[in-house]
């Protein structure tokens, strides 16, 4: 009696903690999925645009078309350079006071300022500059498409998520019923209205329920990472879209004509801003390459100085022991040759001259203007004229191509979407049909016509009609998204 008393208590105490801990696991779980965030299409396509890899680095594209426009801008400034030496001579060499060879250590230091300007040179560097400000627009154009191509695909995860939500609740209520209706036919089977294999099937049914709601939130889970991966978010398990209310109504756009959409879309689509921009960048590269036909006049300034430090001559002096010393020169006088003398003298060595001094008296200034004319240079800048010639025909095809891409993809787009129009359309009606089908057979079943077989067929193509009205509401929503990015309207309004 104590053991059974004790046994009792226990369990009691057990049932209290187990219960504490349940209740505390809920409030934990219901704070935590209050604290979750949910991502609107507008935060989406914000982050996404803020921290995207390829736009980053499509910014740093636009960087360097910055530098390069500074580096056009410094090709008409002068250039100025500026150069200092010092050298040791060591061993034989040449003594720049009496002109002899000598062993001996010898210092020198020589400074030089040098400086040219482009005069003219085929207009080559005014080019250049233009090219560069193309490049700019370019690289623009460039970035405004990666942000209009991630923009539309977030977009469509977004979506893809709003309809996987629809269709997890259409297979979670069908479920629901089916559980219901379970219930139903083991009253009845008790009651003896049904025979007792329509509670298998009835249970079969609820097993394929159950297997479409796994399948569901599956399909539900994979496409939040999908877009959670595609905005490159470091903690991507818990992220969750807000559930928004998506009509399906019919744009204005669609109510213009395909020419209409087109003629808009050349006008506002960045392919084909950069590839008209590619050939006005083609054609500056042909205008540059052939600069190098005509002549280059540049103008040239330099300025040098240059300092010793060997000894220098300070003076002459006239040799004390022989003071006198024959020249090798004879002249003859009555028949007889004399030898000319001449007085033996010697320099004499002092220390160099200050070196600032010599710098000044030593400095020198050169200028002038050079011309280059080129005659033969071995076929380069006529083949780099060729070259550029089929880059820029190549630049003008690709212009076409991407004229006639644009053209297919807007009679495809407005073609599939008054497809998906008339398909979302279509399931509606399917839909009515066959909830009125299943509205009737489950009347039927519910006297006892029916067996449960062949109310669980019109039940699971009232499901299928459910999933396809679903379907096609949101493909019918998405394309017109796209046709409306065509016609130059926002994916975000």
């Known amino acids: 009696m104590c053991a059974t008393f004790a046994t009792l208590s226990f ?14 696991t809920l ?11 949910k991502w609107t299409l507008e935060e989406c396509v914000q982050y996404a645009l803020e921290h995207n890899i390829t736009i980053k680095q499509t910014e740093l594209d636009a960087q360097i078309t910055q530098l390069d426009k500074s580096t056009a801008i410094g090709n008409f400034l002068p250039t100025l350079n500026a150069n200092a030496n010092h050298s040791w001579n060591v061993g034989l060499n040449q003594n720049i006071t009496t002109g002899l060879l000598e062993n001996q250590t010898t210092q020198f230091t020589s400074a030089g300022l040098n400086a040219g300007i482009d005069i003219y040179n085929g207009l080559q560097n005014q080019n250049r500059f233009r090219r560069s ?19 539309l695909n977030v977009a469509n995860a977004y979506l893809q998520i709003l309809f996987n939500i629809e269709n997890l609740k259409v297979q979670q209520e069908q479920l629901a019923i089916d559980e219901k209706q379970l219930a139903r036919t083991e009253e009845l089977v008790n009651a003896g209205s049904l025979p007792k294999g329509d509670i298998l099937d009835s249970k079969a049914t609820i097993a394929g329920d159950r297997q479409r709601v796994i399948n569901a ?26 559930e928004v209310k998506n009509d399906a109504k019919k744009s204005e756009v669609m109510l213009q004509t395909p020419e209409a959409i087109l003629a808009k879309a050349k006008e506002n689509r960045m392919e084909v801003k950069i590839a008209r921009n590619n050939v006005a960048i083609a ?36 040799d004390a022991l022989n003071p006198i010393a024959p020249t090798g020169t004879f002249v003859n006088v009555g028949g007889t040759n004399y030898d000319v003398f001449q007085p033996n003298r010697s320099f004499v060595f002092g220390k160099a001259a200050p070196i600032f001094d010599q710098f000044s008296d030593n400095k020198g200034h050169n200028f002038g203007v050079q011309l280059s004319v080129p005659i033969l240079n071995g076929f380069s800048a006529r083949n780099n004229v060729a070259r550029n010639k089929i880059s820029l025909e190549k630049s003008k095809l690709a212009l076409d191509q991407s004229e006639l891409d644009l053209e297919r993809t807007i009679y495809t787009v407005y073609t599939d979407a008054n497809g998906a129009l008339r398909a979302y359309e279509s399931a509606k009606q399917a839909l009515e049909a066959r909830e009125n089908a299943y509205n009737y057979a489950k009347e039927r079943y519910a006297v006892g016509m029916m067996n449960a077989f062949d109310f669980n067929q019109a039940q699971s193509l009232f499901t299928n009609a459910q999933s396809e009205v679903l379907r096609t509401k949101y493909d019918f929503i998405f394309r017109t998204k796209i046709v409306e990015f065509y016609f130059g309207l926002p994916i975000i309004k």
Request: hydrophobic share 40%.
């Open 217 to 242: 939130e599956n399909t539900l889970l994979i496409s939040k990472l999908s877009l959670a991966q595609l905005l490159q978010l470091e903690k991507f398990q818990d992220f969750d879209v807000a």
């Open 11 to 24: 369990e009691k105490r057990m049932k209290k903690i187990i219960g504490f801990c349940f209740f505390f």
């Open 133 to 151: 400000q193309l490049s700019i627009i370019g690289a623009q154009y460039q970035l405004s498409k990666i942000r209009d191509d991630i923009v």
């Open 283 to 318: 054609e500056k590269d042909v205008k540059i390459a052939k600069g190098a036909y005509q002549p280059n006049i540049q103008g040239f300034y330099s300025f040098s100085t240059r300092a010793s430090y060997a000894d220098r001559i300070t003076g002459i002096q006239t």
């Open 27 to 37: 409030i934990l779980q219901t704070n935590c999925g209050a604290q979750a965030k």
